[in-house]
């Protein structure tokens, strides 16, 4: 089971007790794997379609409590490509399809009496802070995906209809999730991309297992990346300071080989000496073997003064 099909199965076995939650939820679900079927003589039904088990049964609990009906159930297998049964649920009697269709702001009346078609988000649906929650929940069931998070931060609703992804992206930022649109093969998806974000969401619609499952696997990764970044940093400074050392003991080597050592003062002989001695010292350890003992700064000093008088001998005797 993928991950984004384990937070779905949470979040189906979240517990609704409002009837305005219930709505909200709902009304996401047939917004975003819904369809209405419009026949003669001003007879509507609704079909909801899935390939998720868990989702088919949630939205047949949320029906039924609400409405007292057990809507229409068909499965069909998906021969090509070998994919999964698709479970609709089907509402054809006319006066239950279009009181839901009401309820959910899809048609209504404004206030001047009008009938009304809506094909965004209604404002009256999401009044209350927790319908927006039960309305993002019953979104992400019906048309939400998340990637693995082993492999990176995503998550994205996708829809046909401009509108709604602007109103949903709007409903999202609500909760300050930086969510963002961007069309794809004649579809809207609203996503996030940071780990944040989608833990943030994932606490807002109730899927507190899968929160935990991702915050361990961002803890895990931060602390693998740091390990990383360390050891990369530690490699590379290892990586100057062996090149530093060759370098230093060619440039001494050179100097004796020229009789242009005898001519060096103590101090400059004595650190030579010690980096002959001890190729693998850092500038540290160099330091302390000293008498008296000298800092990093001062050994540097005189080592880059010992290839200071390799380069000049270089320079006199026209091998540069």
Known sequence: MSFSSKVKAELCRVTVERDCCKIAELAAIIHTSGTIKLAGRDRVGICITTENACIARRAFMLIKELYGINP?????????????????????????????LSDIYIFYRDRDGKNN?????HE???????????YLRGAFLGGGS???PEKGYHLEFVSHRNEYSEDLCELLNY?????????????????????????????????????LNLENIRIYK???????????????????TV?????????????????????????????????????????????Q????????????????KLDQLADDLRIKKGEI
């Open 289 to 304: 073997m000293l008498s008296p003992p000298m800092g990093k700064s001062g050994v540097n000093h005189r080592l880059r």
């Open 243 to 287: 090149n530093a050392s060759l370098r230093q003991i060619d440039n001494i080597k050179y100097l004796k080989e020229n009789s242009e050592y005898q001519k060096l003062p103590h101090s400059l002989k004595e650190i030579a000496e010690l980096r002959l001695n001890y190729p693998d010292a850092s500038l540290k350890e160099l330091g």
């Open 72 to 100: 229409e159930i068909l499965v069909r297998k998906n021969k090509r490509l070998r994919k999964n049964n698709s479970y609709l649920l089907l509402i054809p009697q006319s006066v239950y399809s279009k009181r839901i």
């Open 117 to 121: 078609v809506c094909s965004g988000i």
């Open 124 to 134: 009256d649906l999401i009044r209350r802070p927790c319908c927006k929650r039960a």
């Open 222 to 240: 931060d602390m693998r990346n740091n390990i990383n970044r360390i050891v990369n940093c530690e490699t590379a400074n290892l990586g100057k």
């Open 146 to 148: 998340v990637s693995d």
């Open 175 to 211: 909760f300050d999730l930086h969510a963002k649109i961007v069309e794809r093969k004649n579809n809207f998806v609203v996503y996030l991309k940071e780990g944040e974000h989608i833990v943030n969401l994932f606490s807002i619609i109730g899927a507190h297992t899968a929160l």
